[in-house]
């Protein structure tokens, strides 16, 4: 288990003759979430002021031990936070180790004020403050070193843990120097910020794909995960989840059965406040099997509740009548006025573009442990979201958040899926229940009918070209349940344009991309009934995931519309004008790398195969991966589609570690692959039927097309790569099919029979 | 009390014959290298190997494992030095890495009957092993190197045998 950072000593001003920290602190963010009756702000207030750090320490036998406030799910985040450290303070790779935070808010993310991880945020946002903290380190440690050896510190040089005077030839470990007890000097925010720090040239380390320091634990089964976790006294337990979705309530519970199964304990029906569960009831047994099989006993009676008889059918039913009406929805992006440019346009297309359901499913099931002792409760769980999840264990315990500790963990896959804090409400209610510490591991069934999924949406795009073939118009409606808003958290909202009050931007993100139209609008329209029967949640890259889905398509119709080139047209359409200067051209450039990997255009392909191309700015326009994708695929009479190879090309300015970026690159792009061929979850009667990897089936090796993946680091600022390159496939894999058959695809997944009936028509 | 042979030694458990193999590695014996994925044999997270071939655990009774041999990723090599293992550092494959061990012991039993698989006798071998972050293209390096190291090894022993 990784160490409880919460319980050690702070560090202060006083830099102490063991080891000493330096680094930096946040402003606040005040969090809440959405509920019954509980209206206090919940998560304790970011300190205000700079503190003595906590990034990291160095042991007097010279190991370094940075400290992530991040959840790393497999994007060896706390490997890269240490590289961040370790270029500026000078240490040598092998004296690098890594701890996973504690929720208390001092190590809170020094841009978001929260612990939370998502959004391809990390790197990008921690890059200077971890930078900062590693120069500091080096700084302090230089001066102490200068005094011992009675040497101008300017005359020194640092490098891999060492720091000599090369003139006299002296010089020390920084295991010495920790030993020395002479590193005192402290930073204000000032001091900080006055840091010069390298420039890209100087980097030794950055740039550098040195081996992740989790991967040495996780091909040996040591790395400890939260379903790993074994407290002493601890019981175990089993969950019911109702048939619906969400909605249902338990009208009665008999344990008679149960009652006769070895080592059961309690049947525990949630009370949940917090409102994130309805309708769980937790069997609690000795063991986990035992749990298992008394939950398989209980007879529970359930009210459906008002979802019980909703369908995807339903919820897609409800998106277009709400698409229809003129007053729905809040404009996330309006400029000029495009109702009026369809009415003089020589040309105007009209689309709709649809996804279904899709769920999470990380290797590892959800689960936390639970346990209160004393005034505290603690929970063991991998978790993306400490901040708000805390909040949420301390709303179904009845507590102050701020009697919570929250363990991290490695996670067994994140996605999004443990932004949700879901498992805190079985397993503190069941601890409290029966006085012991409790696990609660959800089955495979329990984890796909009851993921906070990505919702089901439903996009119509307009677009309207003048007598030029030029694209002078696009509306684009874009309809779903609002995963953000659920979270119940201002902050993550976004005013809109109309002054309609606040949208849920990560609905709609990538849909303010970065082509010159001159009339262009977008509206966010919540879809209240997918909202309530399906809590939808932040599914590896949210809103890009279907807003590129139906631009990149658009775009490539408006190519066939008018007879160009599809990635010629978009070469036209990122002409960097106004206010997409920079970006545009980045990401022209981008694409234009993925086509010349490709061999786009330069030879015939045989009769059903196709290229095609799509190009992205995900995850946000502030904070875009340049992404572009070329799709080879090969399309059978059936309609089945093989891809034969994704080429992708991505710009993401700095690279910290080369090696770890491809991985994640690439990972991405086969979850889009995964999510544009095979991954489709489906409503009926207010419940998801799919239930374990038979029913719901993501890409396995023997579906493994050929990847290539380029990375463009051109020296601009470090941006993140776990999500985008998942956004740009399905469009790329689409537009290929097109070129391949000639059937245009408008709904995801893309099944052989969606492309067979598109084939005919 | 049933009596399992894991990893070599001799343990006696305390659990219903029909519990399976799973829990009783991971909350009795307490070694938490073997993981819970799916619970059906779907996805290959469980996988360990009784007399060597790979099982999945969450499909297998205490029952069916006693008087057999059980190895898991804590025993698959002491000090976790199996030529797969040091491929997948090399390979930097893990992501996650919740998966890995199963995918590492379905790896193990293919290479210990055959150091010279095919890229398609890997993947048919593989295939029933799922993994979310999808790392397989390095999977499979992973599982190339480690038998090409095999070969090498074993090539190397003989010469010394025979001189």
Known sequence: MNKHVKNLTPETTDLSRRSFLVGTAATGLVLGYAGSGIDQALAAPAPANFEPSVWYAIAPDGLVTVTCGKADMGQHVASTMAQIVAEELGANWKDMRVQLASNDPKFNDPVLGAQITGGSWSTMMNFDAMSRAGAAGRIALTEAAAASMGVPAGELVVRDSRISHPKSKKSMSFAEVVKSGKATKTFTADDLKAIKLKSPDQYTMIGVSVPQLDIPLKVNGTAKYGIDVMLPGMVHGALVTPPVRYGATVKSVDDSAAKKVPGFIKAVTLDDKTTTTTGWVVAVANTYANAKKAAAALKIDYDGGPNAKLSSESLLTEAKRLQGLSDSGQFFVKDGDPNAAFGTAAKVLEAEYTTNINIHAPMEPMNATAEFKGDILHIYSGNQFATRSGAIAAGAAGIDPKFVVMHQMWLGGGFGRRLDADMMVPAVQAAKAVGKPVKVIYTRENDMTMDFSRPLTYQKVKAGVDGDGKLVALSHDVVSAWPTQRWGIPDFLSPSVDKKGPLDAFTVNGSDFFYTVPNHYVRAIKNEMAHNATPSGQLRSVAPGWTFWAVESMVDEIAHATGKDPALLRVELLDGKGKNDGGAQRLRNTLLAAMGLAGYGTKKLPKGEGMGVACVSSQERATASWTACVAHVAVAPSGEVTVKKLTVATDVGTQVNPDGIRAQVEGAALWGMSLALFEKATLKDGGIEQTNFDSYTPLRMSQLPEVAVNVIANGEKATGVGEPAVTVVAPAIGNAVFNAVGARVRGLPITAEAVKAAMKA | ?163
């Open chain 2, 1 to 163: 009390m049933p009596n399992l042979n894991i990893n070599g030694r001799n343990m006696s458990v305390e659990a219903a014959s029909d519990t399976p193999l799973l829990w009783v590695i991971r909350e009795q014996l307490q070694m938490t290298g073997t993981k819970f994925g799916c619970g059906a044999g779907l996805c290959g997270a469980c996988t360990v190997h009784l007399n060597g071939e790979a099982v999945r655990s969450c499909q297998t009774s205490l029952a069916d494992a006693v008087g057999k041999k059980i190895t898991t990723i804590e025993g698959l090599s002491a000090k976790g030095e199996h030529p797969l293992q040091k491929a997948w550092v090399a390979e930097q494959v893990p992501q996650c890495g919740y998966c890995q061990s199963g995918q590492i012991m379905q790896a193990a039993a293919l290479l210990s009957k055959n150091t010279n698989p095919t890229k398609e006798e890997v993947v048919a071998h593989m295939d029933g092993n799922l993994c979310r972050c999808m790392t397989y293209s390095r999977i499979q390096k992973a599982i190339m190197r480690a038998a090409s190291d095999m070969r090498t090894a074993s090539a190397t022993g003989s010469e010394r045998r025979a001189t």
